[in-house]
């Protein structure tokens, strides 16, 4: 059985799909290791253009599994030590390539995003949530810190720090419709829904400039690590000045305009 499924279900889209149901996809290494692999893979296509990740069952990631963790690869001679950092890495690994990858990364968050699952989720570029979703910082519960995978750089900049402190120190759920509140996703949908919503936005991004929106993802996240305005600017200013004078774009999107029809960006 196949922890991770690749499929195409719309033209220059490619679905990425957590398949260990019975666990509600949580992080074992048999699960995530292929994960990350299947990113590397896909980021590598270049007929994709969008990227959607879920997870199969009723969960999307239910963080990590404490009954049946998998075998970590490379260990072999480590202290317990050495195998708990080379464990974290593999994990870190994962969020670095979901961020990596050229394309945007859409999470369909159909079921619980648990702990680690929650910073599976943050560590996509754009999250809509299926209605009966629901998100957890469950490391506190756990007698643990809720912080891991990045979840306290990324949280607090996804929805403020005051609500990230307050989810993050009370270990409470957060719904979907609070979830959609507060910017943790973009919006709820019926879970029926889920995932034509998921693909229909995917198409509407693979019909624009491939540089174009390859470097307005990047930008975005360069944004969050930016010391200043102005150095971020910077950033931005030779991104748009990358296009406009390396392309025809910005000519055929003043002419589509004036003959009523989409522009067909050849880059």
Request: proline share 4%; hydrophobic share 45%.
């Amino acid at each position: 059985m196949s922890f991770v499924l690749i499929d195409k279900p719309r033209p220059h889209v490619t679905l990425i799909t957590l398949n260990r149901p019975e666990r509600m996809n949580a992080m074992a290494f048999d699960v995530m290791i292929p994960f990350r692999e299947a990113l590397e893979e896909v980021g590598r296509d270049n007929d994709t253009r969008a990227i959607v990740v879920t997870g199969a069952g009723r969960g999307f990631c239910s963080g990590a599994d404490l009954e049946s963790p998998g075998r970590i690869p490379g260990i072999e001679g480590l202290t317990v030590s050495s195998i708990a950092l080379r464990s974290m890495e593999l994990l870190d690994d994962v969020i670095r390539a979901m961020r990596k990858v050229h394309q945007p990364v859409i999470a369909a968050i159909n079921g619980a995003a648990i702990g680690g699952g929650l910073c599976l989720s943050l560590a996509t570029d754009i999250r809509i949530a299926a209605e009966g979703a629901y998100f957890r910082a469950a490391g506190i519960n756990n007698g643990l810190t809720a912080s891991e995978l990045g979840l306290s750089y990324l949280l607090p900049r996804a929805i403020g720090s005051s609500r990230a402190f307050e989810i993050m120190l009370s270990g409470r759920d957060v719904d979907a419709a609070e979830a959609e509140r507060i910017g943790l996703v973009s919006r709820a949908v019926p879970a029926d829904k889920l995932l034509d919503e998921c693909f229909e936005l995917a198409e509407r991004i693979v019909n624009f400039s491939r540089p174009g929106i390859e470097l307005t993802k990047r930008m975005l996240w360069s944004s969050l690590d930016a010391a200043s305005l102005n150095a971020h600017m910077d950033h931005e200013g030779l991104a748009q000045l990358f296009v406009r004078l390396t392309t025809q774009n910005f000519e055929e999107a003043i002419k589509a305009r004036k003959e009523n029809r989409p522009p067909t960006f050849r880059d």
